[in-house]
């Protein structure tokens, strides 16, 4: 039995940008270029990297809606193309994506409460007690009920993005991908839903695959770092090791450029 939730093995993905003569497909982007990654349960793994770097290719391959031109996405070791039935399901239940912006994963045509609803419906979840559920979900992510009978473009981007969050909530699972989920927020609301993340990985036992391509708030979510460069992992350790010692010359940059934001709000603030 592994010990691994998640593991990308050896995974590379193309996009095929334009269509040759004779209906061919030329791919250009190499996305994922041999990416190896494995997830232990309960872990807080942080993705970094700049745009374009294969950090959303990588969390697609890992919620199954990106199928790898090769190599494999295992879940409790076992390979996601060759689950069937109700072990195929359990594991799209299981591992759940966040995306960066709640205003267009939502769909605006739904109440939120109807968003929810649909979804334990789905995974067979909606019973006698579902409004209780809704309403437990709504007290999870820090909303208030009232916001269950709203429309997706009645809410702020933080509270969107809190329904977004009870969504993936919603079906138990036992990892969030979130792919920068507070890179569209202002700077306060991004705060308080790092907070809430935080507080709901505790609550839930959850396993996260944070993303995003600001280390500082990389470093703040995660126990263990993976850099990103080219659709290439070039390095992975411990936070604390990543920024205090960095081995390859793109991390450095990375934190560079940290260093040099910290002072300039220093400068500014004083
Ligand atoms: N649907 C797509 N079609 C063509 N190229 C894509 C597509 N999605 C992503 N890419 C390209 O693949 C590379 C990796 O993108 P992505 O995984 O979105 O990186 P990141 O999330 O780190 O910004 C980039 O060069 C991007 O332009
Ligand atoms: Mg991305």
New binding site residues.
């Given amino acids: 039995m592994t010990r691994y939730l998640l593991e990308a093995l050896n995974v590379s993905v193309y996009?095929a940008?334009k269509r040759g003569l004779l209906g061919g497909a030329i791919y250009d982007?190499k996305?994922l270029d041999d990416v190896t990654l494995r997830i232990e349960e309960g872990e807080s793994l942080g993705i970094v990297?700049e745009?374009?770097?294969?950090?959303?290719?990588l969390a697609k391959c890992f919620a199954g809606l990106i199928k790898p031109a090769s190599g494999k996405i295992m879940y409790k070791g076992r390979d996601i193309y060759s689950l069937k039935g109700e072990d195929y399901r359990e594991y799209r239940r299981s591992v759940q994506i966040v995306f960066q912006n709640p205003h267009t994963s939502l769909n605006p045509m739904m109440r939120v409460r109807d968003t929810l609803k649909d979804v334990l419906k789905a995974s067979g979840k909606w019973g006698k007690d579902g409004e209780r559920k809704l309403a437990e979900l709504m007290k999870a992510v820090g909303l208030r009920e009232d916001i269950l009978n709203m429309y997706p473009m009645e809410l702020s981007g933080g509270q969107a993005q809190r329904v977004a969050i009870a969504r993936a909530l919603a079906v138990e699972p036992k990892v969030l991908i979130l792919d920068e989920p507070t890179s569209a927020l202002d700077v306060s609301v991004q705060a308080q839903i790092l907070e809430l993340l935080k507080s709901l990985k505790k609550t839930y036992g959850l396993t996260y695959v944070f993303i995003s391509h600001d280390i500082a708030v990389v470093r703040y979510m995660s126990d263990r770092i993976v850099v990103?460069h080219k659709g290439k992992i070039v390095e992975e350790g411990p936070s604390s090791d990543i920024i205090e010692n960095p081995k390859h010359e793109y991390t450095r940059s990375l934190i560079r450029d940290l260093i040099k934001l910290y002072a300039h709000i220093e400068e500014i603030s004083t």
């Fill in positions: 996009y940008l982007v996305a990297g745009s374009g770097s294969g950090k959303s290719t990103m």
